[in-house]
T-cell receptor, first 113, second 114 residues
Framework: DVKVTQSSRYLVKRTGEKVFLECVQD?????MFWYRQDPGLGLRLIYF???????EKGDIPEGYSVSREKKERFSLILESASTNQTSMYLC????????????FGEGSRLTVL | AQSVAQPEDQVNVAEGNPLTVKCTYS??????LFWYVQYPNRGLQFLLK??????LVKGSYGFEAEFNKSQTSFHLKKPSALVSDSALYFC????????????FGAGTRLAVHP
């Protein structure tokens, strides 16, 4: 079974802390994505990566950075967490090409106090 | 601006009745269209997609969707709803030339009552 694994399902952090969210896929996919999900807003793209060490900003990159040192791993970093970053974070991957669907991880619910 | 609209926040259906979850889009060119389902505290699962060809596409769990180019719609349907279909459903569009990014709708909560 194909799999996208997010390292933490639930995290509670304090304002100003640095937060790492990690995602690993076992499908040898070129593309990886980080989305943020908030009620009534659907999924909003934070960053995506189409190759190792390559990244592009999505729709809401402010306050976030990413790292992709290996093909299978894509990390989302909150340099200084703020309360408005409390959300569900979803990682996804897909093969190269426009017709492939995204495969999602189970999500990481982050609460910033 | 490119966008996806799911006009209903919630759809209520009795078990055994047909269901429709609506989706319309506003993107340029010939987009690729997707439906995903999300169960509580889980990630999204792929249901079906339209790439080209027959306007009626069939997917997982008995779901199907109809692509209508003139109405720029891609409504999700199922002939007979199950209580276990209760979940959050997302429509998504990948614009042509949009690399691999998907634009998601806000989601529609489907509640199937016994």
């Amino acid at each position: 079974d194909v799999k996208v694994t997010q390292s933490s399902r639930y995290l509670v952090k304090r304002t100003g802390e640095k937060v790492f969210l990690e995602c690993v896929q076992d499908m040898d996919h070129e593309n990886m994505f980080w989305y943020r999900q908030d009620p009534g807003l659907g999924l909003r793209l934070i960053y995506f990566s189409y190759d190792v060490k390559m990244k592009e900003k999505g729709d809401i990159p402010e306050g976030y950075s990413v790292s992709r040192e290996k093909k299978e791993r894509f990390s989302l970093i909150l340099e200084s967490a703020s309360t408005n970053q409390t959300s569900m974070y979803l990682c996804a991957s897909s093969s190269q090409g426009a017709t492939g669907e995204l495969f999602f991880g189970e999500g990481s619910r982050l609460t910033v106090l | 601006a490119q966008s996806v609209a799911q006009p209903e926040d919630q759809v209520n259906v009795a078990e055994g009745n047909p269901l429709t979850v609506k989706c319309t889009y506003s993107v340029s060119g010939n987009p690729y269209l997707f439906w995903y389902v999300q169960y509580p505290n889980r990630g999204l699962q792929f249901l079906l997609k339209y790439i080209t060809g027959d306007n009626l596409v069939k997917g997982s769990y008995g779901f199907e969707a109809e692509f209508n180019k003139s109405q720029t719609s891609f409504h999700l349907k199922k002939p007979s709803a199950l209580v276990s279909d209760s979940a959050l459903y997302f429509c998504a569009v990948r614009p042509s030339g949009g690399y691999n990014k998907l634009i998601f709708g806000a989601g529609t909560r489907l509640a199937v009552h016994p």
